[in-house]
Nanobody
C-alpha cells in the first residue's frame, strides 16, 4: 500500500487561504489517482476533490468548486489542495487517499480508495 502523510492544516480566519500537502511513499505515486476527503464532527466523510494519475482529470465537490484546487507533483510524490476563500463550513479533518488501481482517472467515491492518511485539522473561524 501507499503510505500517506498530510500536513498544512491549521486555524485560519474566514476568507483566508491554506495549502494542504500529502506526501506519499511506498509505491509508485505517479501510477495512482488521488483524492481529498473531509469529515466534520458528527458528519460523514465527504468527497472534496480528486485528480487522475496524469493530472489531466480533476473533480470537485460543488461546495468547493471555484475555491479549491487539487494538484500533484509526481516528481516530489506529493499531492496538494489549495484552499481559498475559506468558510467556517470548511472546518473538518482533511484526508488524502490513493486509488491504487493503476492509471485511474479518479473517483468521487470513498470506497474506490485503498490507502488513507491520518488526516490534518482545518479550522476556519468566523
Amino acid at each position: 500500500q501507499v503510505q500517506l502523510v498530510e500536513s498544512g492544516g491549521r486555524l485560519v480566519q474566514a476568507g483566508g487561504s491554506l495549502r494542504l500537502s500529502c506526501a506519499a511513499s511506498g509505491r509508485t505515486f505517479s501510477w495512482y489517482a488521488m483524492g481529498w476527503f473531509r469529515q466534520a464532527p458528527g458528519k460523514e466523510r465527504e468527497f472534496v476533490a480528486a485528480i487522475g494519475w496524469s493530472g489531466l482529470t480533476k473533480y470537485y465537490a460543488d461546495s468547493v468548486k471555484g475555491r479549491f484546487t487539487i494538484s500533484r507533483d509526481n516528481a516530489k510524490n506529493t499531492l496538494y489542495l489549495q484552499m481559498n476563500s475559506l468558510k467556517p463550513e470548511d472546518t473538518a479533518v482533511y484526508y488524502c487517499a490513493a486509488d491504487e488501481r493503476r492509471y485511474s482517472s479518479g473517483s468521487r467515491d470513498y470506497f474506490e480508495y485503498d490507502s488513507w492518511g491520518q488526516g490534518t485539522q482545518v479550522t476556519v473561524s468566523s
